[in-house]
C-alpha cells in the first residue's frame, strides 16, 4: 500500500515538473533557444547528476549489459527523447500550442490499447474494474478535449491581477509557434511524437524487467539520447553561437529541464513503470494540462474559462476511475496468489501425510518383530 501511494505522489510531482518546464519553454522559445542544442545540453546535464549516483547505488544489483539490452536502450533513447521531442518542437513550428495540448490526450488512449494488445494489461471488459479502466480512459480524453477547446462564456478572476512574469508576451511566442502555419503537417508531427512517447512507455516496462536498475538506465538512456541529438545538430544546428552559453533564461531552462525534467522525472517515471505499469504512468498525463493552466494563471495571469472547470473534473474523475479499476486489478491478483499459495501448500501437507502413512506400517512391523 505505501507503495502505491509512493507511485500516486511521485506521478503528481512529474506532471507539476511538466507543468514549470512549459513556462520556462514558452520565455525561452521566445529568446531564440534552439530546440536540438537544447535537447543535447539537458541530457548531458542529466546523464553527469545521475551517473555518480547509478555507481555508487546499484554496482550490486546492476546486471550485465548484453547487447540486446544495449540495443534496447538505444531504442528506448529513439523513441522517448530523439523522436518524441524534436518531432514535437518541429511540430508546434507549424501549428499551435492548443493544438499540441489537444493532441498529447493520444498518449493515455493508445498505451492503454497497446498494452491491451500486448497483454501487457489485463482487461476483463465484463468486470467492474474492467469497465472502470476503460470509461476513465475515455473521461480522460474528452475531459482534456473539453479543456483545451471549449472555453464557454465566462472567463474566472485570474490569482494574480498582473503577471509575475513580464517579459512574457503571448503574441509573439504565437508566431514564433506556427511562422510556417501548416497545421496537417504539424499534427502529424506532434502526432508521431505522441506515439514514439506511448512506445517509450512500454518499452520501458519491457526493459525495467531485464534490467531493474533505475538510475542506470535513466544514465544511459541520457547518454544515448545525447549523441543522437549530437548527431541531428551536424546537420540542422551547425551555427556555433547556438552552442554559447551565457547567464540568461536559456541556461536556467537548460539547468531547470537537465536537473528536474529529465534527470529527476525519468528516474521517477523509470521506477513507477517498474512498479505499476507503463498504463499507470500515460494516465496522468492529462493532469499536465491542468498544472500547465495553474502555472500560467501564477506565472502570466492568464484567466480560466468555464470549460477549463468543467474538463479538468472530468480529467480528475477518469483518472480516479482508472487508478481504482487498477487498484481492484492488484487485490484481485493478491488473492488469486494467495489462494494458489494455499493450494501448494495444502499439496505439499497432503503428500507429506501420504508419505508418513506409507513407511508407518513399516516401522510398526519392525517394532513387533
Known sequence: MEGSTNCYLAMILVQLIYGGSNVLMKLSLQEGLNQIVFVVYRHVLAMVLVGPFAYMLERKQRPSLSFSIAAKIFALASLGTTIHLNMFYAGLAYTSATVGCALSNVIPAFTFLVAVLLRMEKLNIRSTRGQAKVVGTLLCLGGSLIFTFWKGGYLYKGFLEKPLIDGFNAESVGKIQHVKENWIKGSVLILTSYTAWSAWLILQAVISKVYPAPLSLTTMVCFSASLQSSFLALFFARNPSSWKLEWNLELLTIVYFGVLTTALVYCLQTWCISHRGPVFSAMFSPLQAVTVAVFSAIAFAERLHFGSLIGALLI???????????RKDSLVAEHAEIGKMTIDNNKVVESSM??????????EEKTRS
Open 316 to 326: 480528475i474523475a477518469g483518472l480516479y476511475c482508472v487508478l481504482w479499476g487498477k
Open 354 to 363: 501420504n508419505e508418513i502413512s506409507v513407511t508407518n506400517p513399516v516401522s
